[in-house]
């Protein structure tokens, strides 16, 4: 579990509550990761390629085929 502060409650519904929220957040993490590896795989540039080049305004064609 992820840090939760100085003090855990001892009330197990705001425990529960807060551990429920750390599970969701690394859930939604991991979709992301997710869709980062599939981007990589389809256009076979990593995100920071990509980025860079959508950003100079040479990258407008999708799955591979760049300036």
């Given at each position: 579990?992820g840090?939760?502060?100085?003090?855990l409650?001892?009330d197990?519904?705001?425990?529960?509550?807060?551990?429920?929220k750390?599970?969701?957040?690394?859930?939604?993490?991991?979709?992301?990761?997710?869709?980062?590896?599939?981007?990589?795989?389809?256009?076979?540039?990593?995100?920071?390629?990509?980025?860079?080049?959508?950003l100079?305004?040479?990258?407008?064609?999708?799955?591979g085929?760049?300036a």
């Amino acid at each position: 579990t992820g840090y939760f502060g100085a003090d855990l409650s001892s009330d197990p519904e705001v425990l529960t509550e807060k551990l429920n929220k750390e599970l969701q957040n690394g859930r939604a993490a991991m979709l992301g990761i997710m869709g980062m590896i599939f981007q990589e795989g389809i256009t076979g540039l990593h995100t920071g390629e990509q980025t860079s080049l959508l950003l100079s305004g040479k990258y407008n064609i999708p799955f591979g085929q760049h300036a």
